[in-house]
């Protein structure tokens, strides 16, 4: 089974702070993806990497960083959070290209910016 | 531009009822289409896709869900509810000319009533 796991299932931070978010799978997948998930709003994709050191920006980037430095690594970065980025965040994996795979997500970070 | 609609944000169902949960969609190409469930306090669980091929698609739990091009739609459906069917449902679509980027929709919350 694929695993995809997540640093935090909770975290409070305060306003300005810089705030990283780590995800890991261990199935050797090409893509990982890091979306917000807001109540009404569904997820909406915040940035993707196909590839080590490879990334494309998402639906909604202003505000946010990635880096992915290994394979099985994706970090995002808040780089001065602010409440409106009180959210769910949500990490997933797929394989390779072409669009027909399914992703796996990971269990989810609840953050609360204050 | 690629776009998902759920129109009803709960449904709710008795117990042994079938369910439906509704979703269309909008692209410019061909779609390929794909429903995820979200327990609480839990990351999203893939259910079902649709690639191509027969227009019935079978998946996880009893779930299926029928693609219809005409209407552009992709509703997902059980014959027999359970109260532990209670969730989240998400449907998602993706162009195939768009990469492996997926949008979803807002989210549909199933309440089965025993």
């Known amino acids: 089974d694929v695993k995809v796991t997540q640093s935090s299932r909770y975290l409070v931070k305060r306003t300005g702070e810089k705030v990283f978010l780590e995800c890991v799978q261990d199935?050797?997948?090409?893509?990982m993806f890091w979306y917000r998930q807001d109540p009404g709003l569904g997820l909406r994709l915040i940035y993707f990497?196909?590839?080590?050191?490879?990334?494309e920006k998402g639906d909604i980037p202003e505000g946010y960083s990635v880096s992915r430095e290994k394979k099985e690594r994706f970090s995002l970065i808040l780089e001065s959070a602010s409440t409106n980025q009180t959210s769910m965040y949500l990490c997933?994996?797929?394989?390779?290209?072409?669009?027909?795979?399914?992703?796996?997500f990971g269990p989810g970070t609840r953050l609360t910016v204050t | 531009a690629q776009s998902v609609a759920q129109p009803e944000d709960q449904v709710n169902v008795a117990e042994g009822n079938p369910l439906t949960v509704k979703c269309t969609y909008s692209?410019?190409?061909?779609?390929?289409l794909f429903w995820y469930v979200q327990y609480p306090n839990r990351g999203l669980q893939f259910l079902l896709k649709?690639?191509?091929?027969?227009?019935l698609v079978k998946g996880s739990y009893g779930f299926e869900a029928e693609f219809n091009k005409s209407q552009t739609s992709f509703h997902l459906k059980k014959p027999s509810a359970l109260v532990s069917d209670s969730a989240l449902y998400f449907c998602?679509?993706?162009?195939?000319?768009?990469?492996?980027?997926?949008?979803f929709g807002g989210g549909t919350r199933l309440m089965v009533k025993p």
């Open positions: 199935m050797d997948h090409e893509n």
């Open positions: 998602a679509v993706r162009d195939k000319n768009a990469g492996n980027m997926l949008t």
């Open positions: 990497s196909y590839d080590v050191k490879m990334k």
């Open positions: 997933a994996s797929s394989l390779g290209s072409g669009g027909t795979y399914e992703q796996y």
């Open positions: 649709y690639i191509t091929g027969d227009n």
């Open positions: 692209v410019s190409g061909n779609p390929y």
